[in-house]
Each structure stands twice: as structure tokens, then as C-alpha cells.
């Protein structure tokens, strides 16, 4: 059994660095965005994110040491996000990590990073602590820039994908309609911000999907319904309407992602239920899902908004809980797109 171990996340554009221990307590964690960099370009650029990962992740690791009480002689392992992501922005993480373990004689493993947003919920620290335990059997709806998936989860690596999203993800969504309300990149958290207090009901967007008796997802025809009606209004009429379309837009994603949650309950009878991933920052999903939990007597978690978006926490716990079953990886290890089959179960994968 390993006690602490320091975990690595740069698989997309934000460069995240902590120290976690194996109960999932995080005793230290620094994280940079990028968002000012992709910014000018209306999104990620791969390029881009590889270089200020290589620019911010040792200055990052000196800064956490520096920080943290946890000493680097008593961390035992590095957890580096290794899948799936973008390959030159995973290499410069998965190099670090090498080395780190390599010249300072500590352990190796290579994460998915989807399982570190299924587990991100079950971190602790000063201000807060998980109501249920990982290995309790629970739902989770992991909402991302990339992904969005309900997993009926029976333990540690034991994921079943119920259904995913058939085209974008939901923050892909959020994002490409903050962009065509000219909100610039990225729009998902602007789009929340905008929406508040605005009228869910002003404009009728599709639920596609939505009576489907199934776990997949689609936010395409919501995109594209959205084009069309923003491209048939004035500029002076959209900022005029701005929150109430925020607001109505937002009430869409929500609706379909609780009425496919709602569905997985019916199914699986399954209780426990959490919402993760950068989109389960959103303030209107937080709200309606604490509701919806309520009303059905379901016990939901959703982590704090630190663990919410891309974070090296949720690495380093699943990357320690794997190790102290005895998983390693050796130097061989190495970055892949796409997670690996042996990763995921069923039919929505
Ligand atoms: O998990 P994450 O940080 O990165 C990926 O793994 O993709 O998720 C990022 C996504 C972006 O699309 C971003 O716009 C969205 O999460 N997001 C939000 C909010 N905060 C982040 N979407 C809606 N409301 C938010 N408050
Ligand atoms: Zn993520």
C-alpha cells in the first residue's frame, strides 16, 4: 500500500499538477489555464496547448512542493493522464511523469482520464467530503468539452457505458453557442453566467432524443436550431434577449441530460447517482439536479467546481487506488487518442 502519490493532467489545455493521498484526500493541487492563449484562434489548438504545457508544468510542480506539506521524499508513485487526449499535449505529462519516477525512484501509472472525472467526485479536502464512497455501485453522468456518457459503475474499473452523446458533447455545445452569441472562447461558462435569471421557457429549442427509451444523446439538431434563429435576429435584438436565450439554450442540455439520468434510475434501480465533468460546474444543472435527487429520494453528488473541470486530483486518486491493487506501468507506457477497449464495457461505449 502507497500512502501519496503525485498525479499529472495536461490531456487537453489545462496544465494541472497535485499531490493525493489514497483515501482521495488532496493535500495540494495548482492548475493553469490556457484559455487566453486559444482564445484568438475560436478554440483549442493542439500545438498551442503541447507548448504552455511544457512552459507551466515544472514551474507548477515547484510551486505545489513549495506548498504542500507533503514532501517529495514520502510520494511513492506519479499518476500521469495517459488517454485519451491530445497526443502532443499527453506526451509532455507522460515525459515528466517518466522522468520524475524514473530518476527519483518512484512508481508509474498511466490513467484514463475519464475514470479520473468518474472518480473526481469521491476527492476530499479541508471544505469538503464525498456523502457516499466510491465503491458503492452509483451512476455517473460525465459531461465534458469532449464526452458525455451515463456509466453504471460497480467498482474500481468496472465502467459500463449505458449511452453517450451521438454527435457533440454537451460543453462542445455550450461552447459553439457562446461562440455564435460572440462570447468568445471558451463560451460554456459565460453562457451560465449570461443565463441567470433569464426565461427558460422564451425560446422553444429541440430535446432530440429526449422520449427515446435509451441512454444516447444528441446536441446537434439544439445547435443547429440555434444558428438558425440567432442568424434571424438583428445583432441589437440578440443582445436585447441575451439572457433569456442563455437561459432557454441551457434549459435544453439540462432537460435532456436529467430525463437520460432519469431513465438510467428507472433502469438499474441504482440510487446513487453523481454528475462530473466540466459541465457539472454549470449553476442551472447543480440546481435542477439537486431538485430532481430530491423529489426521487436519490442520493447525488457533484463535486465542487475544482474537481469539476480537467484536474490532476482525479488522476492521482484513481491512479494510487490502481496501484494498491497492484497495477504499474513501466517506461513503455505511452499516450493513445482513444481510451482502450479494455477500459470501458457495453453497448454505449
Ligand atoms: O472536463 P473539462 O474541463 O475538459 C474536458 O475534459 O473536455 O470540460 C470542459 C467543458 C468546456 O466545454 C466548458 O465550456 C464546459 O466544460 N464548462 C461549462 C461550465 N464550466 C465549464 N459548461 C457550462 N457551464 C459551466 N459553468
Ligand atoms: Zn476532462
Redesign the pocket.
Known sequence: MISFCLAIET??D?TSIAIVDHRGFVHGMVSAHQDLKHAPFGGIVPEVAGRNHLANLLPLLDTLLQKSSVKLEQIEAVAVTNRPGLVGSLIVGIVTAKTLAQTLNKKLIGVN?LEG?ILAPFLSDETYAPSFNYSEPFLALA?????TSIYQVAGLGDYEVLGSTLDD????A??KF?KMMGFGF????K??QVSLGGDVKKYDFPRSMIREDNYMMSFSGLKASAQRLIESMAPEEIRKNERDLCASF?EAIVDILLAKLQRAVEHTGISKIVIT???S???R?RERGAAWAKVNSLELLIPPLRY???NAAMIGYAGILRINRGEIDDLTMGPSPNSYVKDFKGRGR
Open positions: 490531456s487537453c489545462d482520464h472525472h459531461i465534458s468539452g469532449g464526452h458533447a454537451a460543453g462542445e455550450f461552447d457562446g471558451p463560451g460554456g461558462v453562457v451560465d441551457q465533468g466540466g459541465v460546474a454549470n449553476t444543472l469539476c473541470t480537467d
